[in-house]
């Protein structure tokens, strides 16, 4: 098909630009999307009816196409709403209430239920924001740490595990004929998501060390240890957050634990059974690079559900209609993700299939001179930044995946897997600072704290991550020719390092400061 040449930009720009100035996300991409088949129709002299007729035939067959993914999506829903209202939550927060005495102690705790939560980053800053709250108030731990904690394990987690929404939604960003497969690319970007990794380190870091607050952080804490709390303000926190509570009911800890345990277990092995490890003699990463990522998991989340039933029936933790009430519940906490990812497919799918715009920017690239081992670096702050403005991790993939898969595979062939790293790092990184994101706002809603203060406290510590993160990645995208494994080593290392540096040094200068100006 003929390229579209400058004007097959249009479209991306045009997304940009609205979701940077409206911050509405959904209303930018529909008219990206809707420029996109204009100008397709334009070229194919399909008329002004045709921009309509494209525009739909094109998202029936992307919603054909990636039916599964909404299906895994649902089914997540409902088991997360399922979980909720058999009380396995409050079981545990008093479980933890009950053990844990040290400061120490309590923020580990935090950070590993944070981890046992990582399939779902909307279940998991509510429910461990309303297990952990009275805890970590009784060690007298700020409600800013607790927010930050939450949304520090949340989304950096979701987005390096093969297990979860996050990665269901990366992997059909992948076209089915392309050079590399979209599970096998996302499981050998994980090391170098440099984002992820580092703040995954930074949270144990801080709940571990003594006296390595800084920033507004260290002024919340000093609050809190004279038992002053940030509160949460506004209805639509509170709202969310009785809203949540009103779920509970009397459970244990393991209407919890063994819900959640079956569906990982039941994800890992239909993945294993659809790639052909079973009677197909593929190995372990070659059946998880074979399968059909989105019908796998979601084939588990049903036999989950299925499991849960017949579980909580057993148990008597829920009746059967409360069981089937949860189906609706759940569905609707989903709706807002599944109609971001319609249109992110959409507008992916103009772009790539109608108009050729990774080709068209991939030439660009390529006539520029521009080195291409700052495109690692480059790609992470564009990432960061429409992210941050827009207040989605997701659309940001939906926008920028396909043009970066192209360019990649045009200008850079050896780059791909450091750019989809570094696409999917800035993507989080933006996320997890923006005051507008989901995660944000719920991490602060399940904390209860004020939400402005969870931001401003959040910053600085998301920034000292992002500084080494541009490091990293300038390292791998010089460091490549050696190969993909000793660069990620090189840059992961490397990075590791000076976070851990700038954590001894920053604690120490911002207390002088302090002392600086009390004097």
């Not at 506004?234 to 509570?245: I, L, N, R």
């Not at 930044?385 to 850079?412: D, M, N, R, V, Y």
């Amino acid at each position: 098909m003929d390229t579209a040449g400058i004007f097959s930009i249009i479209p991306p720009v045009i997304a940009i630009v609205l979701a940077l100035t409206t911050k509405e996300v959904v209303f930018s991409l529909i008219v990206g999307i809707l420029s996109g088949s204009v100008i397709y129709a334009i070229m194919m002299n399909l008329g002004f009816v045709g921009v309509f007729t494209t525009t739909m035939q094109l998202m029936a067959d992307k919603l054909s196409d990636n039916g599964a993914m909404i299906l895994f999506l649902c089914f997540l829903g409902i088991l997360v709403m399922l979980i909720t209202k058999a009380g396995g939550a409050k079981a545990y927060g008093d479980w933890a209430s009950s053990k844990l005495k040290s400061r120490r102690s309590t923020l580990l705790a935090t950070a590993l239920l944070g981890i046992f939560f990582c399939f779902d980053d909307y279940f998991h800053c509510l429910a461990v924001g309303t297990i952990m709250r009275p805890v970590t108030d009784r060690a007298k731990i700020s409600r800013e740490k607790l927010a930050y904690q939450i949304d520090a394990i949340g989304a950096p987690l979701c987005i390096i595990m093969p297990i979860s929404s996050w990665a269901a939604s990366v992997i059909s960003y992948f076209p089915e004929d392309g050079s590399v497969s979209g599970m096998a690319a996302f499981i050998r970007a994980i090391p170098l998501n440099l984002y992820a990794m580092l703040t995954i380190f930074m949270v144990f870091y801080l709940s571990i060390r003594k006296n390595s607050e800084y920033g507004p952080m260290l002024k919340a804490e000093k609050l809190a240890q004279r038992g002053i709390f940030s509160t949460a303000s506004g209805s639509e926190a509170e709202d969310e957050m009785k809203q949540f509570e009103k779920e509970k009911s009397n459970g244990r800890v393991c209407d919890l634990i063994i819900p959640i345990a079956v569906l990982l277990v039941l994800c890992f092995t239909c993945m294993l059974y659809m790639g052909g490890f079973f009677g197909g003699g593929l190995s372990v990463f070659e059946a998880l690079g074979n399968c059909d990522t989105t019908a796998s998991l979601a084939l588990a989340a049903f036999c989950a559900l299925v499991f849960t039933f017949i579980y909580f029936l057993a148990r008597r933790v829920l009746n059967f209609k409360e069981f089937f009430g949860c189906i609706n519940q759940g569905v609707n906490t989903m709706v807002p993700a599944c109609v971001i990812l319609t249109l992110a497919w959409t507008i992916a799918g103009i772009c790539r299939d109608y108009l050729n715009t990774g080709e068209y920017v991939a030439g660009l690239v390529q006539n520029s001179g521009m080195p291409v081992q700052l495109l690692a670096p480059m790609i992470f702050i564009i990432a960061c930044f429409l992210s941050f403005a827009t207040g989605t991790a997701w659309g940001t993939f939906g926008i920028l995946i396909p043009i970066i898969l192209s360019i990649c595979e045009i200008a850079a062939p050896d780059l791909i897997i450091t750019c989809l790293s570094a696409t999917l790092a800035g993507s989080v990184f933006g996320d997890h600072c923006s005051p507008i994101s989901d995660t944000t706002i719920l991490s602060s809603t399940g904390s209860q704290c004020n939400h402005l203060k969870h931001v401003g406290t959040q910053i600085p510590y998301a920034m000292t991550v992002g500084v080494c993160c541009v490091v990293g990645y300038i390292i791998a995208g010089f460091t490549n020719g050696l190969g993909q494994a000793q660069s990620t080593g090189i840059s992961l290392v490397v990075s590791l390092i000076l976070l851990f540096c700038v954590l001894q040094i920053l604690p120490r200068v911002w207390k002088g400061k302090e002392k600086e100006s009390e004097s």
